[in-house]
DNA sequence: TTAGCAACTACCCTAATGTGTAATTGTCTG
DNA sequence: CAGACAATTACACATTAGGGTAGTTGCTAA
């Protein structure tokens, strides 16, 4: 049995162009091809797609927001972003509305039908300029971690403040008093370049100068 | 010319492999393997590497450790781990430690050197598995934050503090006046279970109910 | 050994934050 | 239509947060 494939493509070129290729392969069948996803989540139903093929830049509701909507309804149907955008926020955005890879256009026949087949396999296919990005992202926090200098003691009381504690609770737990609380959460807001306890705990969170939980 | 490239890896037998294996490709030149990463940094330095293979299970100081140092003093080799360790930490550690990529050991010889040459072209190889656990990392959490039911006003305003902004700021900035925002604050911190500002913004990034930035 | 720095303490003062109570308006829903 | 609820405002009160200034101790690197 052949995968049921949806794609939507606003380029009438490029979406005959898609729909050739992949019906050319064995494994896929196209079901549809369509120049707008506004109303993806129910052709993905009436269809019964397995895997669908997403352009973010179209008329009506975009690619992400077709992702989003398609992943609410049907979770396990596979959606690849196939896409020319190569800027941080639609990839993030992407994959956080539940996207399982994202091609760039440059993409080869070839690799794309390997691409189709690797997400089938419960893999996340993803062009080399898009899991170079991604890796970034994990490093880019860390790096400028260390950058403020926070003295050890600094870190264990922002990480206090992170925690929900006031002046008062931080005194305590740390065992000093609550001058001198005050007096180490001004320096750090110093090293922070912020001026408020709320700012701070955005930026230590943000950074990962403090983990979570 | 061909990469230098540095082997790291305790088994002997996958060793030598590696080294055949690479060396049979003109595009590479193993110049050295070895069975710990002690002196990971030093080797470097000194074959004037390109490109690194690591394992992460080695004794002595680990693969993990090993990427960190290198990229310490040498940020632009690049280093592919080669483990047969899938799970999320090792996973993630490596990334942020610096690593370019991340296979799996029971890649093919062919998507090995295949992801090798990605590698050096800027990419970021990795196996469908990790690529998957990647993928998900991004889009964990994301579920409960409707949990909270809150307004549309009160994530506005809640936002507003995330970014720093004091009462009056956030008086100005949504057209009310500050008791207003008080009041709004207060039901906030009611619906998120917490009592005070800096707990809520905290709060707030860990359940992504605002986005950063 | 002197200077720098982390860690700590104290006091004063102003501005910001947090709580309670109470009331008005508009919208949406049963 | 009545009741629920979001959004709004107001005021009073207590507490906390944040800034400035000034000083002590102990460790470490020049």
Redesign the pocket.
């Known amino acids: 049995m052949a995968y049921e494939v949806l794609i939507f493509e606003d380029n009438a070129r490029l979406r005959q162009s898609l729909e050739i290729l992949l019906n050319d392969e064995n494994l896929f069948h196209v079901a549809g091809a369509f120049p707008d996803c506004d109303k993806a989540d129910r052709q993905v139903e009436k269809h019964n797609a397995d895997l669908v093929v997403m352009d973010i830049d179209m008329p009506g509701i975009g690619g992400v927001e077709g992702v989003k909507r398609i992943k609410n309804t049907n979770p396990e149907v596979k959606v690849v972003m196939h896409t020319m955008f190569d800027d941080d926020n639609r990839i993030f955005d992407s994959i956080c509305a539940g996207a399982d890879g994202y091609l760039l256009k440059n993409t080869s026949p070839l690799q794309l039908v390997n691409a189709l087949q690797e997400v089938m396999n419960g893999g996340a296919p993803m062009s080399p300029f898009v899991a170079h990005k991604v890796f970034q992202h994990f490093r880019q926090r860390k790096s400028d971690a260390e950058q403020f ?1 926070l ?4 870190t264990e009381i922002l990480d206090l403040l992170v925690k929900g504690n ?3 609770m931080i005194a305590d737990k ?4 609550i ?2 609380v ?5 320096n750090i ?1 110093h090293k922070l370049h912020v ?4 700012e701070a705990v955005a930026k230590a969170l943000k950074h990962r100068i403090v983990n979570p939980d």
Do not use: A
């Open positions: 200098n003295t050890n003691r600094e006031s002046y008062k740390t065992n000093v008093s001058d001198t005050k007096k180490h959460l001004q807001y001026n408020c306890g709320t």
